[in-house]
């Protein structure tokens, strides 16, 4: 099965920047919209951005909002989320998604889980401690 590949993550102290990076198996012009979600232990799976392929509107979570940033690259067919001024709450396994749905016309609709994203990447750990 074709699958995001997703890379970046690690340790970084309070305050500090990290850049993930996904990678899509197919153009990523294909898909309707791409994102990260977050699972952090203890919690709910976390929206954290989104953005729509059409017309690269964008979501943020409140969480994340000033601080993270996400992009794309159709020519490396690859999604990245830059993440400053990180926080020891910003913690989690960092998942890639995509979906081929149509469905959502506004960014927040795939981060919301209201439309399903259909392909989740493996997750990359990201870990802010001091």
């Known amino acids: 099965q074709l699958q995001l590949v997703a890379s970046g993550g690690g340790l970084v102290q309070p305050g500090g920047s990290l850049r993930l990076s996904c990678v899509a198996p197919?153009?990523?012009?294909?898909?309707?919209?791409v994102g990260w979600f977050r699972h952090a232990l203890g919690m709910e799976r976390e929206g954290v951005s989104c953005?729509?392929?059409?017309?690269?509107?964008?979501y943020y979570a409140d969480s994340v909002k000033g601080r993270f940033t996400i992009s794309r690259d159709n020519a490396k067919n690859a999604v990245y989320l830059q993440m400053n001024s990180m926080k020891p709450e910003d913690t989690g396994i960092y998942y890639c998604?995509?979906?081929?749905?149509?469905?959502?016309?506004?960014?927040?609709?795939?981060?919301?889980?209201?439309?399903?994203?259909?392909?989740w990447g493996q997750g990359t750990q990201v870990t802010v401690s001091s």
């Open positions: 998604v995509a979906s081929a749905r149509s469905s959502g016309t506004r960014p927040y609709y795939y981060c919301s889980g209201y439309v399903d994203n259909d392909y």
């Open positions: 197919v153009f990523i012009l294909d898909y309707f919209a």
């Open positions: 953005i729509l392929i059409s017309d690269d509107s964008t």
